[in-house]
């Protein structure tokens, strides 16, 4: 019922930025926590970051916490990551993921995901 398409990916150096895109399309993708996990090979899912339906709640994972900013436009149906000073541990595959929550945090209680989008950081 809620499609997500992301999209932004790509390779990037060490310290710099990238900015990666998820677009949303169904009846109630509006009304969702929108979150972004990433996946690198042979590690589990991990949570990155996620921003209420009404964009007025963030909640950042340690890990990027004062690097990367989500911001969502829901007249656009979009959230986006703002990834700054890159550092090779953040290469993985990024998801963009949409729940009927507030701002979960535990990918078990999301309902909808995308395919993902590679982000690569080289040192």
């Known amino acids: 019922q809620v499609q997500l398409v992301e999209s932004g990916g790509g390779l990037v150096q060490a310290g710099g930025s990238l900015r990666i895109s998820c677009t949303a399309s169904?009846?109630?993708?509006?009304?969702?926590?929108m979150g972004w996990f990433r996946q690198a090979p042979g590690k589990e899912r991990e949570f990155v970051v996620v921003?209420?339906?009404?964009?007025?709640?963030?909640y950042y994972a340690d890990s990027v916490k004062g690097r990367f900013t989500i911001s969502r436009d829901n007249a656009k149906n979009t959230v986006y990551l703002q990834m700054n000073s890159l550092k090779p541990e953040d290469t993985a595959v990024y998801y963009c993921?949409?729940?009927?929550?507030?701002?979960?945090?535990?990918?078990?209680?999301?309902?909808?995901w995308g395919q993902g989008t590679q982000v690569t950081v080289s040192s």
């Open positions: 993921a949409a729940a009927f929550d507030w701002i979960p945090t535990m990918a078990s209680r999301y309902n909808y």
């Open positions: 169904g009846r109630t993708s509006s009304s969702a926590a």
């Open positions: 921003i209420s339906w009404n964009g007025g709640s963030t």
